[in-house]
């Protein structure tokens, strides 16, 4: 009985496996990486497409953007590569066609509940001036600064530390198109 090349039987039925023939490669020694890392600890924050996510509810289309792919920590002016991300979002609100919309803007819970109401409507206002200056909403189009009042994942951890992951994904600007008007 033969079962394949790499094995034969052994008298009395039992398989003995043949070595291999040919030469082994050695394995070198690790080679270091090289080119730039990630610091332990650093969020990496996606850009483009990558930072907008769309979620369909009743009467509503919503467009979330991280905050941190367009402002700086505590910042409402946009940082340089802002610009990829919003104009990947502008043809996502060219397809809710004439649907009114409203520009939100969130914060995390770092700061008080005035700092953060103004800082949210600021960062509204920002994004709304690059989009309506790029034609993708009207130059009038409302917004709303929420500041922490609606957190979409936790500032802390269940042990009371801070989460920083969790405040990332609470800095964010929403656009939300009313589907059903």
């Given at each position: 009985?033969?079962?394949?090349?790499?094995?034969q039987?052994?008298?009395?039925?039992?398989?003995?496996?043949?070595?291999p023939?040919?030469?082994?490669?050695?394995?070198?020694?690790?080679?270091?990486?090289?080119?730039?890392w990630?610091?332990?600890?650093?969020?990496?924050?996606?850009t483009?497409?990558?930072?907008?996510?769309?979620?369909?509810?009743?009467?509503?289309?919503?467009?979330?953007?991280?905050?941190?792919?367009?402002?700086?920590?505590?910042?409402?002016?946009?940082?340089?590569?802002?610009?990829?991300?919003?104009?990947?979002?502008?043809?996502?609100?060219?397809?809710?066609?004439?649907?009114?919309?409203?520009?939100e803007?969130?914060?995390?819970?770092?700061?008080?509940d005035?700092?953060?109401?103004a800082?949210?409507?600021?960062?509204?206002?920002?994004?709304?001036?690059?989009?309506?200056?790029h034609?993708?909403?009207?130059?009038?189009?409302?917004?709303?600064?929420?500041?922490?009042?609606?957190p979409?994942?936790?500032?802390?951890?269940?042990?009371?530390?801070?989460?920083?992951?969790g405040?990332q994904?609470?800095?964010?600007?929403?656009?939300?198109?009313?589907?059903?008007h």
């Amino acid at each position: 009985m033969v079962v394949g090349a790499a094995a034969q039987t052994a008298p009395g039925g039992s398989y003995q496996i043949q070595q291999p023939k040919g030469t082994w490669q050695t394995p070198g020694p690790i080679q270091q990486p090289t080119g730039p890392w990630q610091k332990p600890g650093d969020i990496q924050v996606p850009t483009g497409i990558q930072a907008v996510h769309a979620e369909d509810q009743p009467c509503a289309r919503r467009l979330s953007v991280l905050g941190d792919a367009l402002f700086a920590f505590d910042k409402s002016d946009l940082h340089s590569d802002a610009e990829e991300t919003l104009a990947a979002v502008g043809p996502e609100i060219a397809k809710a066609g004439a649907h009114p919309l409203i520009i939100e803007g969130h914060t995390d819970a770092i700061g008080s509940d005035a700092y953060n109401n103004a800082l949210s409507l600021k960062r509204a206002e920002t994004v709304r001036e690059w989009l309506g200056s790029h034609r993708f909403v009207r130059v009038d189009a409302p917004i709303k600064g929420y500041g922490k009042t609606r957190p979409v994942a936790p500032n802390q951890t269940p042990d009371g530390r801070d989460d920083p992951e969790g405040r990332q994904k609470n800095r964010r600007v929403d656009i939300v198109i009313d589907t059903c008007h």
